[in-house]
């Protein structure tokens, strides 16, 4: 078990952007996901193709349930950010049409992630934190509200 906490990676009037930062990390999970992408020369095209995703999100549309690809199981929130090649995954936590917590991701080698240890890790990650905040939620100990996650500040997750 690991101790995380959500930290915001840009906010704009259409939307914010969040990610995943586990206890002792130089880096949150985006970093690493970026940072991985980057090194694999066959990987930067989809990387490049994801980031541009992203930022148009974020800038301009908002995260609208049609633009993910559902992940997870039926009870999750988890989605993924779907790219033309099908070579790269960037899993994340669709909340609201306002608000993403992106995770991390990798090279899909295998028909579904369940397949590969890395990216069922990933997936399972999101899903135990998708359960966390939305018992919070129900507590009332955070909301979302338009393109932000109320509360989520001081709050660390043992994931």
């Known amino acids: ?8 990676v840009t906010q704009t009037e ?3 952007l969040f990610t995943i930062c586990f206890e002792g990390d130089s880096y949150n999970e985006f970093q690493k996901f970026i940072t991985k992408s980057d090194e694999d020369v066959e990987l930067l095209p989809d990387l490049q193709e994801i980031l541009r995703v ?6 301009e549309l908002g995260f609208l349930e ?6 997870g199981k039926m009870r999750d929130r988890v989605a993924a950010i779907p790219v033309t090649s099908n070579k790269l995954r960037l899993y994340c936590l669709r909340l609201s049409d306002g608000v993403l917590i992106v995770g991390n991701g990798g090279r899909k080698k295998t028909r579904t992630y369940n397949e590969s240890d890395e990216l069922s890790g990933y997936v399972l990650t ?4 998708d359960a966390l905040l939305r018992a919070a939620e129900k507590k009332g100990v955070i909301s979302i509200e338009n393109t932000t996650i109320a509360g989520i500040d001081d709050k660390t997750f043992d994931i």
């Not at 992203?54 to 800038?59: G, T």
């Not at 999101?126 to 934190?129: D, I, R, S, V």
């Open 1 to 8: 078990m690991a101790t995380a906490t959500i930290q915001s």
């Open 14 to 16: 259409k939307a914010g």
């Open 54 to 59: 992203i930022r148009r999100m974020v800038e």
């Open 66 to 71: 049609r633009l993910f690809r559902p992940e």
């Open 126 to 129: 999101l899903q135990k934190l």
